[in-house]
Nanobody, 120 residues
Framework: QVQLVESGGGLVQAGGSLRLSCAAS????????MGWYRQAPGKQRESVAS???????NIADSVKGRFTISRDGAKNTVFLQMVSLKPEDTAVYYC??????????????WGQGTQVAVSS
């Protein structure tokens, strides 16, 4: 089991910045990748950014150049730095962790979500 706790959301004006944090605990050695998703009211959850442990990152086109994902391995924490925020970035942001066990079985874990609201 992996537990994820997000923090850092809030209300910000358009053009502002926020940094989200996601701290993982539990069987963190099983984590193969972590990422951020978001879900706006009435819309499907979408991937925003992801990072493969020991590997590459991926950023959605809609936020490329404005959002950056990074990781502090020692603290098992992933960050999402968001700058030049737009009202359309308003959503609940969820942290996600993908795990693989010794038998190759995959699982996913989600945080509770943190609200980001961008006013125009």
């Amino acid at each position: 089991q992996v537990q994820l706790v997000e923090s850092g959301g809030g209300l910000v004006q358009a053009g502002g910045s926020l940094r989200l944090s996601c701290a993982a605990s539990g069987r963190v050695f099983r984590i193969s990748a972590m990422g951020w998703y978001r879900q706006a009211p009435g819309k499907q959850r979408e991937s925003v950014a992801s990072i493969i442990i020991g590997g590459s990152t991926n950023i959605a086109d809609s936020v490329k150049g404005r959002f950056t994902i990074s990781r502090d391995g020692a603290k098992n924490t992933v960050f999402l730095q968001m700058v030049s925020l737009k009202p359309e970035d308003t959503a609940v942001y969820y942290c996600n962790a993908a795990t693989v066990d010794d038998l190759g079985r995959r699982n996913q874990y989600w945080g509770q979500g943190t609200q980001v609201a961008v006013s125009s």
